[in-house]
């Protein structure tokens, strides 16, 4: 077995790590694996509890189906600033349940790109060149719960009447180009995120949300519209949103007026923030309903 001072001295060497998973590893299954080729993480990690301990260095490996040469449980991968440029095929990895492929040049995925990945329910797709949203090629069959699309080029979104995700309950899509054309058809895949509990849409491009929209996520609790374009908040903007705990409208400059009725009916509503924009009018009654604010 190796020793803790050891460690370092064998991180270098992959094929040591391949070669002797037993004596490495000592049989513990393996509950992450990090690849990571930039300079802010510079170490690829593998082990049970403690990610941050490098095993091996990461930029060394030439080979990004290294993954299919481990035979534990794998329940965390990270594939992350690799330059990938389309979804790697990953083979059979039944007990994944999160992966990263942020920081590539991803730009659409295949319908069946996770076929041997039964249980993932985290995935993140930050940084990449993703210019469409469809949750139907991107959750193929599996319940996903969490999708980071985070940075990158969004600016159209596709959806289906057969779209269903009831698992889904976390969805990021801030520092995106969702305008109010897109806005709309995203609204349109309310109906399929019963539970959906967080919406980011920081940092778009949206400024006149029409009322109701929301109205069908009624288990949404977090609701992030901060740095956006938004010029209006019409009565009823939020009707609907019988969970929501948080909103967050900040840095939205051109929001100059609170109406009576834009927080109609919002009677769960603990934290509200409007910091840093140029509201001049709050009508006497604009507050009426937030008894919890």
């Known amino acids: 077995m190796l020793h803790h001072s050891d460690w370092e001295k064998k991180a270098a060497d992959v094929s040591y790590l391949l070669n002797n998973k037993n004596d490495v590893l000592c049989n513990i299954p393996l509950l992450f694996l990090i690849m990571n080729t930039s300079e802010s993480s510079y170490w690829g990690s593998v082990g049970r509890t403690h990610p941050e301990q490098p095993l091996f260095n990461s930029s060394y490996l030439g080979n990004k189906d290294i993954v299919s040469s ?22 059979e ?30 995935l993140d797709l930050a940084r990449n060149r993703f210019r469409n949203l469809n949750l139907s090629q991107i959750s193929s069959d599996l319940s996903l719960r969490r999708i980071d ?7 159209k979104v596709f959806t289906s009447l057969s779209d269903h995700f009831p698992a889904l ?36 491009l949206i400024r006149r949300p029409q009322s109701l929209k929301f109205k069908n996520l009624t288990n949404l ?63 006497e009654n604009a507050w009426e309903t937030t008894t919890k604010i």
């Open 70 to 91: 481990f035979e534990w449980p794998t329940l965390i991968l990270a594939l992350e600033d690799l330059n990938l440029e389309e979804f790697p095929d990953l083979g």
């Open 93 to 122: 990895l039944p007990t994944l349940k999160r992966l990263s492929l942020s920081g590539n040049f991803l730009d659409k995925c295949e319908r069946d790109w996770a076929y041997g990945l039964p249980k993932l329910h985290d």
């Open 149 to 155: 699309l985070k940075s990158n080029l969004i600016s």
């Open 169 to 204: 309950n976390d969805l990021r899509l801030p520092r995106n180009q969702i305008d109010d054309e897109a806005f709309k058809n995203l609204t349109h895949l309310f109906d399929a995120l019963p539970n959906l509990k967080s919406l980011d849409l920081n940092r778009n």
């Open 221 to 283: 609790s977090v609701l992030k519209l901060k740095r956006n374009k938004i010029e209006e908040l019409p009565d009823g903007l939020f009707y609907g949103l019988s969970s929501l705990t948080t909103l967050r409208l900040d840095n939205n400059t051109n929001i100059t007026e609170i109406s009576n009725g834009w927080l109609f009916e919002q009677r769960a509503l603990k934290i509200l923030s409007l910091s840093h924009n140029n509201i001049g009018i709050i009508k």
